[in-house]
């Protein structure tokens, strides 16, 4: 009877050690997640600002940042690309 009592108490001691180490983790894991929100809104903040700034596109809707670089990437790409190597890359080489 002794020993199924030790074993007992020796099993809530580790239950309790085993809580204790739970209870930190989720301590660290609940900071962890806190700073991830604040860096989240942070950035949700930032992109409507540069939204609100960047201006609206011809039918109102807002431009996002996105696709004002695919804007300008898209003229300046064309730009300077020559046709040949249009053709060439697609094509491959033309009789």
Do not use: W
């Not at 301590?27 to 409507?48: E, I, K, P, W, Y």
């Not at 040949?84 to 080489?93: A, D, E, I, L, S």
Request: include cysteine; hydrophobic fraction near 35%.
């Amino acid at each position: 009877m002794k020993e199924r009592k030790l074993e007992i108490d020796l099993h809530k001691e580790m239950m309790a050690s085993k809580r204790k180490t739970l209870n930190e983790e989720k301590s660290q894991l609940q900071t962890a997640l806190n700073q991830l929100n604040t860096r989240r809104s942070q950035l949700q903040n930032r992109h409507d600002i540069i939204t609100s700034v960047i201006g609206k596109d011809e039918y109102g809707d807002f431009i996002s940042p996105a696709m004002l670089k695919l804007k300008v990437r898209g003229k300046n790409n064309l730009q300077h690309i020559p046709i040949y190597f249009c053709t060439v890359h697609y094509f491959g080489n033309l009789p």
